[in-house]
């Protein structure tokens, strides 16, 4: 399953280079869209058939209170202080079960993982 990704504004610098070494295809909010909206973020993200990278909570109220069409994943990383690879890393650890993310809000705290079905849009 081949993936884009869209890192929001939060994402740290260091992890979107990494993930770009990886070789995967990542869209920068910081580069393509700076000062954009939440619900400009994930109505691109949905646009572009791209996952988002987040450390912002508020996608998920966007998306299932407030109706904004979800992209085709959100992946929230719900952590205080991190290793500078930590990012990276958990994205490249969720790439491999791909098919597991898809469709879904999945929240990272630590090494916890939860997720929740996106709504069809």
């Known amino acids: 399953m081949s993936v884009a990704l869209l ?14 070494a990886a070789g995967l295809d990542v869209e ?5 869209m ?5 619900a400009q973020v994930l109505r691109h993200a949905a646009a572009q058939g791209r996952w988002v990278l987040t ?10 209170a407030r109706s904004v069409p979800p992209p ?3 992946v929230y990383l719900r952590q205080g202080t991190y290793a500078t690879d930590w990012p990276a890393q958990v994205v490249l650890d969720l790439l491999v079960r791909a098919e597991w993310v898809a469709g879904h809000l999945v929240v990272v705290s630590g090494r916890a993982l939860r997720r929740r079905a996106l709504p069809t849009p």
């Open 28 to 32: 920068a909010v910081v580069e393509t």
């Open 34 to 38: 700076p000062s954009a909206s939440d």
């Open 7 to 20: 890192a929001n504004e939060n994402w740290p610098r260091p992890a979107l280079l990494a993930l770009r």
């Open 72 to 74: 085709p994943a959100i």
């Open 55 to 64: 450390f912002d909570r508020d996608y998920g109220e966007l998306v299932f």
